[in-house]
């Protein structure tokens, strides 16, 4: 079983910057690839990023790309975006999630935290 919390959301205007944290506790965190998932109004959730357990690899999905990084620290059992150059179509709630894989698919995901909410003004 993983824990997961989210923080650093928060209300930013079109072009400026948040770094999300997401906190893990219980079994070792080093064992699983995490990824941040995002969901708007209305909308379906979707994938943001992902990254392996030994930082080799990363995914992002198109509209990202350039503009976030994740990354993560095995040592404080905490995964990371930084989230730069943000649009007003970045608003959403932001998840992290763990898997056993390194995937894009989220039910691929065994864990989830509650969320963060990101809103970019225009």
């Known amino acids: 079983q993983v824990q997961l919390v989210e923080s650093g959301g928060g209300l930013v205007q079109a072009g400026g910057s948040l770094r999300l944290s997401c906190a893990a506790s219980?079994?070792?965190?080093?064992?699983?690839?995490m990824g941040w998932f995002r969901q708007a109004p209305g909308k379906d959730r979707e994938f943001v990023a992902a990254?392996?357990?030994?930082?080799?690899?990363?995914y992002y999905r198109d509209s990202v790309k350039g503009r976030f990084t994740i990354s993560r620290d095995n040592a404080k059992n905490t995964v990371y975006l930084q989230m730069n150059s943000l649009k007003p179509e970045d608003t959403a709630v932001y998840y992290c999630?763990?898997?056993?894989?390194?995937?894009?698919?989220?039910?691929?995901?065994?864990?989830w935290g509650q969320g963060t909410q990101v809103t970019v003004s225009s």
């Open positions: 999630a763990a898997s056993l894989g390194l995937t894009t698919t989220d039910n691929e995901y065994a864990y």
């Open positions: 990254i392996s357990r030994t930082y080799i690899s990363t």
């Open positions: 219980g079994r070792a965190f080093s064992t699983y690839a």
